[in-house]
């Protein structure tokens, strides 16, 4: 038994040694490097298909790293986002608590929408406000507010909305649109 690994390994060794062997290894080394860059190369393609290097992925990071807006053409169509919010304005201009109701449940959807289009991640509202910095949103504080005065609207049938409050969320989520740069 002995002797079969002894020759085994006296095998192994030899033909190890032999020049056939190494330039074997040297062909399998270089495929090897081939396809490795390949697979890199596909991978790097892939993933700008896919549009991990997009223009508004950079465009975003860039913003939200240096805390300014570049020089660069917005791709988000703030025209069309502010003529919206115009017109959810005018709900305020009736003198009836449902337009108010429906204009403060719009203003939170308005901003969630725009919270999503800026890249925040998350399953609800309030997930992407919990990742808005004070820095990108100094008045955070006050759009958790906003936010906390729409879900009692919401979810409590018996909540009065005043004239006051539903201005008062409107104006908050216009000044955080501001400060973000959706509204100009």
């Excluded at 085994?8 to 290894?25: C, G, H, M």
């Excluded at 490097?33 to 950079?58: D, H, M």
């Amino acid at each position: 038994m002995t002797d079969i690994w002894y020759n085994l390994v006296d095998f192994l060794t030899t033909f190890y040694k032999r020049p056939e062997f190494k330039t074997a290894v040297s062909v399998f080394k270089v495929l090897f490097v081939l396809l490795t860059l390949i697979f890199v190369g596909l991978a790097v393609w892939f993933k700008a298909q896919a549009g991990f290097f997009s223009e508004k992925f950079l465009y975003y990071s860039y913003y939200f790293s240096t805390k300014k807006r570049p020089d660069e053409p917005s791709p988000l169509p703030l025209k069309e986002l502010k003529e919206y919010w115009q017109q959810l304005g005018l709900r305020l201009n009736y003198q009836d608590e449902a337009q108010w109701k429906l204009a403060v449940i719009e203003a939170d959807n308005f901003f969630d929408h725009v919270l999503t289009l800026l890249g925040y991640q998350g399953e609800s509202m309030g997930e992407r406000l919990q990742k808005v910095l004070p820095e990108h949103l100094p008045i955070i504080n006050d759009v958790w507010r906003m936010h906390k005065t729409r879900n009692s609207l919401v979810h409590d049938a018996s909540f009065r909305l005043s004239y006051s409050q539903a201005r008062d969320v409107y104006e908050t989520y216009e000044k955080a649109l501001r400060q973000l740069k959706i509204l100009g």
